[in-house]
């Protein structure tokens, strides 16, 4: 009797485990676009006014690091940062007037790849992201050209698929709706990313030979590089904070590129610090109106402060990533910037 009991009870409980593991496979699969919502449309451009459903997508360009999401309510728009630099933007349908979507910094409560609304008459949410637990997230949808959510932040299908494998529980998400008053230039963000206690003199133009490093900012994670040739600077972070930035002087034109960092070194010498030897970088990305080129090449047209090159030399692990193009990448008013075109 105790043995079919026993035999019963496995049985039940292997039933129970059974009809779990479907329930989270299904939950975990990609849910169909549904025949209302916006597809989406990649326009291969990081700058520029947005149709609704269009967006830009290069996670390429900063392969690792931590993420975070700005939405502007005013633009409609999301700008995706990863380890301070824009991977990614998209045309956004937020709340209505009656319905306001929140403003300020929230955190990625839960996602499922596969989700109903509950107050919404079972309305599909593919790709949902939760912001509050009273009813926000982000998720696809229909995307009119307007607000028109019921509070939610609407994305087109294709990319809130792409933002859906990138993020994670936890991530941060600022949303804004005055360029004034919002952190991180939400409202109008640009192609790096403001830290939480932003100040002007964090971009105050240096002079010849200049640099500020303050690698206590971030002591641990990955590296990303962006040189600007308009910008006549390097800026550096780690672990998506600013940690450092210098004067540079270049001599032409620098084009679009993107590197990665090998391990080992060569057995040439360091262009720009003297008596080291060269990194190995590995390019990753041009732009098609740029010929390839490596590091050495493209180090011999920039002058830099020798020493604040040796900082970053003892400070780059294999992995960190190097951006380098002809165009601005501090915000400026009523104007948006680029980094590199896919």
Same mark, same amino acid.
């Given at each position: 009797m105790?043995?079919?009991?026993k035999?019963?009870?496995?049985?039940i409980?292997?039933? =129970?485990a059974l009809a %779990? /593991?479907?329930?989270?496979?299904?939950?975990?699969a990609?849910?169909?676009?549904?025949?209302?919502? #916006?597809?989406?449309?990649?326009t291969?451009k990081?700058t520029?006014?947005?149709?609704?459903?269009e967006y830009?997508?290069?996670?390429?360009?900063s392969?690792?690091g931590?993420?975070? /999401?700005?939405?502007?309510?005013?633009?409609? %728009? *999301?700008?995706?940062y990863?380890n301070?630099?824009l991977?990614?933007?998209?045309s =956004?349908?937020?709340?209505t007037?009656t319905?306001k &979507?929140?403003?300020?910094?929230f955190?990625?409560?839960?996602?499922?790849?596969t989700h109903?609304?509950?107050k919404y008459?079972?309305a599909?949410?593919?790709?949902?992201?939760?912001l509050?637990?009273?009813g926000?997230?982000?998720?696809? @949808?229909?995307?009119?050209?307007?607000?028109a959510?019921?509070g939610c932040?609407?994305?087109?299908? $294709?990319f809130?698929?792409?933002?859906?494998?990138i %993020?994670?529980?936890g991530?941060?998400?600022v949303?804004g709706?005055?360029?004034? #008053?919002?952190? +991180?230039f939400?409202?109008?963000?640009g192609?790096?990313?403001?830290?939480? $206690?932003f &100040?002007?003199?964090?971009l105050?133009?240096?002079?010849?030979?200049?640099?500020?490093w303050?690698?206590?900012?971030?002591?641990?994670g990955?590296?990303?590089?962006?040189?600007s040739a308009?910008d006549?600077?390097?800026?550096v972070y780690?672990?998506?904070e600013?940690? @450092?930035?210098?004067?540079?002087?270049v001599n032409g034109?620098?084009? @679009?590129?993107?590197?990665? /960092?090998?391990?080992g070194?060569?057995a040439?010498?360091?262009?720009?610090?003297p008596?080291?030897?060269a +990194?190995i970088? *590995?390019s990753?990305?041009?732009?098609a109106a740029?010929?390839? !080129?490596?590091v050495?090449?493209l !180090?011999?047209?920039?002058?830099i402060?020798?020493?604040f090159a040796?900082k970053?030399?003892?400070?780059l692990?294999p992995g !960190?990533?190097?951006i380098?193009? $002809?165009?601005p !990448?501090?915000?400026?008013?009523s104007r948006d910037?680029?980094?590199l075109? $896919?």
């Amino acid at each position: 009797m105790r043995t079919h009991m026993k035999s019963k009870f496995l049985l039940i409980a292997a039933a =129970i485990a059974l009809a %779990t /593991l479907i329930a989270q496979s299904a939950s975990a699969a990609p849910m169909p676009q549904p025949s209302f919502h #916006t597809k989406g449309s990649a326009t291969g451009k990081p700058t520029g006014p947005l149709k609704p459903g269009e967006y830009w997508w290069n996670p390429r360009v900063s392969p690792a690091g931590p993420v975070v /999401l700005l939405v502007s309510l005013p633009l409609q %728009t *999301m700008h995706v940062y990863r380890n301070g630099i824009l991977v990614g933007r998209t045309s =956004i349908s937020s709340g209505t007037k009656t319905n306001k &979507t929140p403003t300020g910094v929230f955190t990625i409560l839960e996602k499922k790849q596969t989700h109903r609304s509950k107050k919404y008459d079972n309305a599909p949410m593919p790709n949902m992201q939760r912001l509050t637990w009273s009813g926000i997230a982000m998720h696809s @949808g229909n995307l009119p050209g307007y607000p028109a959510s019921h509070g939610c932040i609407r994305m087109p299908y $294709d990319f809130s698929t792409l933002l859906f494998g990138i %993020t994670g529980s936890g991530g941060t998400v600022v949303i804004g709706d005055d360029v004034k #008053t919002q952190p +991180r230039f939400a409202a109008d963000p640009g192609v790096i990313l403001a830290p939480k $206690d932003f &100040t002007p003199e964090m971009l105050k133009p240096l002079g010849s030979g200049e640099y500020r490093w303050n690698p206590e900012r971030s002591t641990s994670g990955p590296i990303t590089m962006l040189v600007s040739a308009a910008d006549r600077t390097i800026y550096v972070y780690r672990n998506g904070e600013p940690i @450092g930035r210098a004067a540079i002087e270049v001599n032409g034109r620098l084009g @679009g590129h993107v590197f990665t /960092l090998l391990e080992g070194v060569s057995a040439a010498n360091s262009v720009l610090v003297p008596g080291r030897p060269a +990194r190995i970088w *590995m390019s990753v990305q041009s732009d098609a109106a740029s010929r390839s !080129a490596d590091v050495a090449a493209l !180090a011999k047209r920039v002058r830099i402060s020798p020493e604040f090159a040796g900082k970053v030399y003892d400070t780059l692990t294999p992995g !960190a990533t190097l951006i380098v193009t $002809d165009q601005p !990448a501090v915000r400026k008013a009523s104007r948006d910037f680029t980094i590199l075109a $896919d």
